[in-house]
Nanobody, 124 residues
Framework: VQLQASGGGLVQAGGSLRLSCAASGRTFSYYKLGWFRQAPGKERDFVAGIIRSSGNTYYADSVKGRFTISRDNTKNTVYLQMNSLKPEDTAVFYC??????????????????WGQGTQVTVSS
């Protein structure tokens, strides 16, 4: 199973970026896909997640109303639309999948497969 994250970059505060996470692998399926971020010297934090089958979503309070997660199951791709970006959003963003049902969204250990990360830098 491989996850390929892309779409990061440098943007001014108030700007937008759209991240993509493409999943591949033989007979690949998963229960949830989550986006996490990690700033220098800080822990990896949950940002947003989506259930593959139902499309139900969940967001960290810090991004509610600004970020939107969506999926295209035909392409095995999940997107994270990030609007109204702030300097404090600067981090490496990772996508990860949870193969089987776990109630938690934010438990890093519940996600078995991780992408390589994509850098998001928001300038003030």
């Amino acid at each position: 199973v491989q996850l390929q994250a892309s779409g990061g970059g440098l943007v001014q505060a108030g700007g937008s970026l759209r991240l993509s996470c493409a999943a591949s692998g033989r007979t690949f399926s998963y229960y949830k896909l989550g986006w996490f971020r990690q700033a220098p010297g800080k822990e990896r934090d949950f940002v947003a997640g989506i259930i593959r089958s139902s499309g139900n979503t969940y967001y960290a309070d810090s991004v509610k109303g600004r970020f939107t997660i969506s999926r295209d199951n035909t392409k095995n791709t999940v997107y994270l639309q990030m609007n109204s970006l702030k300097p404090e959003d600067t981090a490496v963003f990772y996508c990860a999948v949870m193969p089987k049902f776990v109630l938690s969204w934010s438990d890093v250990s519940a996600y078995d497969y991780w992408g390589q990360g994509t850098q998001v830098t928001v300038s003030s």
